[in-house]
RNA sequence: GAGGGUGUAGCUCAGCUGGUUAGAGCGCCAGUUUGUGGCACUGGAGGCCGUGGGUUCGGAUCCCAUCACUCUCCCCA
């Protein structure tokens, strides 16, 4: 045992390379998909400074805000007065930055801090990691990274068609093929909860019916009435939640329940004109479901929410977004709308991996192993190496001179497919001995045959 | 914030109701093969049994505390 019991901060991971390929391998297709789409990319630095994130996540949320420590005395400020205040005070005058929460927040910060020199409608997309206090679990991390992409600068639900689109194209790229796309609108909601005489409960009404799939709905219940909702509301909210059928039919249903509310119908309006764009511009998205018991969390959504959930794996959402009408109002920029789709690539990860999606030959990156036999062939390799390299062959020479086992041992281990063997014998005749891993067979060739022989297998192989 | 579970070799774990040198599988190292990996065989290294205390003639095993990890709920990606 090592001197030391080293060990990392709780919900934290390292990624060895095997698994940061298979990560690069989600972000990369994702970030395709964005790009084809017409988003941008933009990044915002790690930390915020604390008032920015502070009044936006909720008061659970904001216990989950990882706050920096100022540096130098940060002591020298506090009387001992403060000390009486409790501890949010203290926090105020020893910190004043914070790590970012989530990508939403920082971005209504970038669009009014550079409205002047951004294109409205404004596409971005942003691939960055995030970090948040909570206590880890199952699918559940204290840093990963989120992949947004938003609209802003446009009421156009043609934008929330588009990232159905892109929703259902990015888990078809991945292979994840028993999926669901959840679409609802907090307007429907609002509507809701108002015909159900609880005005103003939104908020507590949202976190209870979110859970009714999971916790079903007895469990639902009583957290309503703990909540304050009377029987009677609770009573008139069956006839809505027993709506069933097809989006369509959901629809019908639905409107004759909120007809006369204002809000209600909006909200209708937009997932149906949301619907419809989905179709004009494709063939029906089969995974698409219209569930008025889908609320999330985040509570500056305003009218359409989105969520993606893998039905094979249970780990709770793998995406989810929604339309805000008003998240760069906090930062005195009011009137922009906007609508964005995170991705969680953490748990797409999680999920592909326990379904076996990850293509296979992630393994080895380099195709070919010079195996140096003595000292004196050394040169003679580097030179080789370089023109392999050069050829476009990954290639790579054992660093030290021991026995060809070791050396053979070492590709066989990183499942690189080609080892070359270069010893005196070699350099003389001027025929390498080219040996493939896999079966086993060794041919000797010259130094062209050699790249020749290797390009014609790799692209036989790929096809 | 509330509640479970687990800490024994690098990894996964066994070790029953306390009993002498603490085990297995896998992995690692070496050899069988002085220029040939995987397979097989042979040998080897590696453990303050999470930490501290208690009960006992005797504790990996029982009791208490503590720390770490993990899972569930809350909330979220």
């Known amino acids: 045992m090592l001197s030391q019991k080293l060990s990392i901060p709780k919900g934290t991971r390292d990624f060895d390379p095997e ?80 790590l970012r929460y989530d990508l939403t927040v920082p971005f209504a910060r970038y669009v009014v801090m550079h409205k002047n020199q951004i294109i409205f409608p404004f596409r971005r997309y942003q691939i960055q990691p995030v970090w948040r206090a909570d206590r880890p679990q199952k699918g559940r991390y204290r840093e990963f990274y989120q992949c947004d992409a938003d609209v802003i600068g446009t009421e156009s639900l043609i934008c929330e068609a588009e990232i159905i689109w892109m929703i259902n194209e990015a888990m078809e790229q991945l292979g994840i093929k028993n999926h669901s796309i959840k679409i609802n609108n ?33 469990s639902v219940i009583s957290e309503l009435k703990s909540k304050g909702f009377t029987d009677l509301a609770i009573a008139s909210l069956f006839p809505i939640l027993e709506i069933k059928g097809t989006p369509a039919e959901k629809l019908v249903a639905l409107k004759k329940q909120l007809e006369k509310s204002e809000t209600g119908s909006k909200g209708i309006l937009e997932i149906e004109t949301v619907l419809q764009y989905v179709e004009a511009g494709s063939a029906t998205i089969s995974n698409l479901e219209f569930d008025l018991t889908l609320a999330r969390g985040l509570h500056y959504y305003t009218g359409c929410i989105f969520e993606i959930k893998a039905n094979d794996i249970s780990i709770g959402s793998i995406g989810g977004g929604g339309r805000y009408d008003n998240l760069t109002g906090v930062f005195g920029e009011p009137g922009l709308s906007g ?34 036999m003595d000292k004196s062939s050394e040169n003679f390799c580097l ?19 021991v026995k060809i086992k070791k050396q053979l041992e070492y590709a066989d281990r990183k499942k690189i497919p080609y080892a070359l063997i270069v010893g005196t014998d070699e350099i003389q005749s001027g025929l390498l001995t080219l040996k ?10 010259c130094e062209s045959e050699l790249v020749k022989k290797i390009n014609d297998e790799l692209s036989h192989q790929q096809i």
């Open 19 to 98: 698994t940061v390929t298979k990560r690069n391998y989600i972000i990369q297709s994702i970030k395709t998909i964005f790009e084809k789409y017409g988003f941008q990319p933009i990044e915002t630095p790690s930390m915020e400074n604390l008032s920015v994130l502070t009044g936006k996540y909720g008061e659970e949320g904001e216990q989950l805000i990882f706050k920096i420590l100022n540096s130098g005395d940060f002591v020298k400020e506090i009387s001992l007065s403060d000390f009486e205040l409790g501890y949010k005070k203290i926090t105020q005058s020893i910190s004043e930055k914070a």
């Open 436 to 445: 493939n891993m896999q079966t086993g067979v060794q041919l000797r060739l």
């Open 383 to 401: 030179k080789l190496l370089y023109h392999l390299r050069k050829s476009g062959i990954n290639s790579e020479m054992y660093p030290d001179i």
């Open 339 to 372: 609508v964005g789709i995170s991705f969680g690539i953490d748990r797409i990860f999680d999920v592909m991996q326990e379904l076996n999606l990850f293509p296979q030959q992630f393994k080895n990156f380099a195709t070919l192993l010079i195996c140096c």
């Open 186 to 218: 907090r307007k429907i909601l609002s509507s809701i909860v108002e015909r159900i005489g609880m005005p103003g409960k939104e908020t507590d009404f949202c976190v209870a019916i979110d859970k009714l799939e999971k916790t079903g709905i007895d």
